[in-house]
């Protein structure tokens, strides 16, 4: 199975930077996707930035200027870089991907559409 480890997060004053890291773990074949998402108190999972399949990335409106998503192919991981961070109440930041995985039992290829880390908690204060 793949596990998804994201970087630990951290305390952050209002203004400044953080970035995260993700990275699959695993007999991993490829990966069709990767992105961030996060989760407020009392609110939904939305989603921050992502690749797309296509290679293409989406950030949410609320973060565009401010965050960038990249990657290094080479070792499968996402980076999050998030400058000029806002006070709000802390998120938790999860990694999540669609990835091809190497299943031994089977002898197969198999694609998880929705893996996810654990995720890894922002606190950003005024």
């Known amino acids: 199975q793949v596990q998804l480890v994201e970087s630990v997060g951290g305390l952050v004053q209002a203004g400044g930077s953080l970035r995260l890291s993700c990275a699959p773990f695993?007999?991993?074949?490829?990966?069709?996707?990767m992105g961030w998402y996060r989760q407020a108190p009392g609110k939904q999972r939305e989603l921050v930035a992502a690749?797309?399949?296509?290679?293409?990335?989406n950030y949410a409106d609320s973060v565009k200027g401010r965050f960038t998503i990249s990657r290094d192919n080479a070792k499968n991981t996402v980076y999050l870089q998030m400058n000029s961070l806002k006070p709000v109440k802390t998120a938790v930041y999860y990694c999540?991907?669609?990835?091809?995985?190497?299943?031994?039992?089977?002898?197969?290829?198999?694609?998880?559409?929705?893996?996810w880390g654990k995720g890894t908690q922002v606190t950003v204060t005024s």
């Open positions: 690749f797309t399949s296509g290679g293409s990335t």
């Open positions: 695993g007999s991993i074949f490829s990966i069709n996707a």
């Open positions: 999540s991907a669609d990835i091809n995985s190497f299943n031994p039992g089977r002898r197969s290829v198999e694609r998880t559409l929705n893996s």
